[in-house]
């Protein structure tokens, strides 16, 4: 590496489900000189809009504009922290939530912005978990079974009510006149590159996991017509746009995304990315066999492969979807640190909140520390991990939590532990559906908050019977988005040298303890039988209890 690239850095900026995080890094060792957060002035939409409409159940939207705020506030931010030159920066790039979708005019204007639809749902961004868009998604995967569409199968057999078709097919299908009026039906990771660099690039990886981009081709314009004649041109005329690779430039910083940032006009402005996907590299697991689980609020999984294998329940499998020259395995679970996060705020008395606070701790911790001191399976009790549906391997967001066990002498505690253990009988049941089908996983590389409590890992550990690996970045999606910075900016070849230069793993940190591992293995089973009873058509009770709510709703 040059002596320039000894003193240059990358900013790396990572957009969750509530804020935005910024970082900025060292290029020649991935050292993280200064970091910033800035939460999202709007957060989530799930009960109303900005203007007062309510919204139905299960929608979830936001608002664009707090993206942009993160570029203003957090980015520069970071540089003070930094306390470097800003003229040292050398690249931007990004990652989002995905698939997080909105519409906008040709120039990049979303349509929320328009005055004439600031009161409209469907001209917002609909977030990854807005589930409204199910009966969509049924019709499209009933019609591409029936017609065996050859992409299916590269889907895990179904697409997920949460990506770009169902979503689509439901605003052409619920606001007709805001669908015709929109130009570019754009993921939120290309908008905001777009709005950095001046350029509309689609990402390879959000067009290949989300948008049923596959041979570089999507889905026929008969197939789209059989759906709905008016969707017949959705793809081509709403989709299609020029496309970019992994760790390539979409873009040069524009003067107004530099005065946003403060970094200096025309760097380098990467390709965008997907949280998950990116923080691979970050946590140095893009070689084959490691799985790579980014847990907080919902877990992303990803994993490469040499192979092209077909898995019941992925996401999806894309040519160069994590890193070129490898196939890229996607899988995901939609509610996990969100679901510990509802249980402390609505089911627990107000004595553990007394408790915690009188320790100093959060009630997190408080339950965490109770539930360590069990036994496994002292509880009597197995959960089904569904609050916020299932992503894999079941791909149905009609599906709701289970927990079944409880008696007057449960606690709080109990539960809490259940539930910990119901995530990670979840991503068991994904790792096996990996492995069953030819594509073995070796090792499981934790990234994300949840990382942070050992009772939890421990039990992952014991449930997968597999070692986990822990991520050596509090901020891993920003930090591989960073590195992929450092590669747009030709600071590294490729994304694989620029992890191993500046991606951080700690090593199997939390190793599988055989006699937990066999008790553990019974309370699978249970969890197993109970999956595939209400998940797999045995019975459908939590699809009809979602009807009934909805008809009570809407009256």
């Known amino acids: 590496m040059s002596a320039v690239l000894e003193h240059s850095y990358v900013v790396g900026v990572d957009y969750g489900t509530l804020s935005g995080r910024a970082v900025v890094v060292r290029v020649s060792d991935g050292m993280e000189m200064g970091a910033a957060v800035s939460d999202y002035r709007h957060a989530v939409l799930d009960t109303a809009l900005p203007t007062g409409e309510t919204l139905p159940p299960d929608w979830a939207l936001q608002v664009p504009s707090d993206y942009v705020d993160v570029l203003k506030s957090a980015v520069p931010q970071a540089i003070a922290a930094a306390g470097i030159d800003p003229a040292h920066v050398i690249g931007i790039a990004t990652d989002f939530t995905a698939c997080t979708v909105l519409p906008t005019l040709a120039d990049g204007t979303p349509l929320a912005e328009l005055a004439e639809f600031a009161q409209r749902p469907h001209a917002y961004v609909k977030l990854w978990r807005h589930h409204a868009a199910q009966g969509q998604a049924d019709r499209i995967n009933t019609l591409a079974a029936a017609r065996e569409e050859d992409w299916l199968p590269k889907y895990g057999g179904l697409i997920s009510a949460e990506w770009e078709f169902a979503k689509g097919l439901e605003l052409l299908e619920a606001d007709p006149e805001i669908y015709h009026r929109m130009d570019h039906w754009v993921e939120a990771a290309d908008w905001i590159v777009w709005q950095l660099g001046g350029e509309y690039v ?97 877990t992303c999984h990803i994993l490469n492969g040499t192979q092209l294998r077909e898995v019941p329940g992925m996401c999806g499998v894309v040519d160069g979807g994590v890193v070129p020259g490898l196939w890229g395995y996607e899988a995901g679970q939609s509610g996990v640190g969100d679901i510990f996060g509802w249980f402390v705020k609505h089911s627990v008395p107000a004595s553990y909140s007394e408790t915690a606070a009188t320790r100093g701790i959060s009630v997190h911790e408080l339950l965490t520390e109770l539930a360590s001191a069990q036994q496994i399976g002292a509880h009597g009790l197995v959960a089904l991990d569904w609050h916020s549906g299932n992503r894999s391997v079941l791909v149905d967001h009609e599906l709701s939590a289970v927990v079944v066990g409880q008696t007057l002498a449960t606690r709080p505690e109990d539960t809490y532990r259940a539930l910990l253990e119901a995530t990670a009988f979840g991503a068991r049941t994904i790792v096996q559906a990996f492995t069953s089908s030819g594509v073995p996983v070796t090792e499981f590389v934790v990234a994300g908050g949840l990382l942070k409590n050992p009772l939890l890992m421990q039990i992952y550990a014991d449930v997968l019977r597999l070692p986990l690996s822990i991520i050596g970045s509090e901020q891993g999606p920003a930090l591989g988005a960073a590195i992929h910075a450092a590669v747009a900016a030709g600071a590294y070849a490729d994304i694989a040298a620029a992890a191993r230069s500046m991606g951080k793993v700690h090593r199997g940190v939390y190793q599988p303890i055989e006699a937990n591992a066999r008790r553990y293995d019974a309370l699978f089973a249970e969890y197993t039988t109970l999956h595939d009873y209400f998940g797999r058509g045995t019975n459908t009770v939590m699809h009809r209890l979602k009807a009934i709510r909805r008809a009570a709703v809407t009256g």
């Open 202 to 298: 689609r990402s390879e990886c959000t067009a290949g996991y989300k948008g049923i981009r596959q041979n570089g081709a999507y889905p026929s314009r008969e197939f789209l017509a059989a759906l709905n004649p008016e969707f017949a041109d959705f793809a081509v005329a709403k989709l299609d746009h020029r496309m970019g690779v992994l760790g390539s430039v979409a873009g040069y910083l524009t003067a107004e995304a530099a005065a946003w940032t403060g970094l200096p006009v025309g760097i380098a402005v990467a390709v965008g990315n997907v949280d998950a996907h990116v923080t691979a590299s970050a946590a140095q697991a893009i070689d084959p066999g490691q799985m790579v689980a980014i847990m907080g609020t919902s």
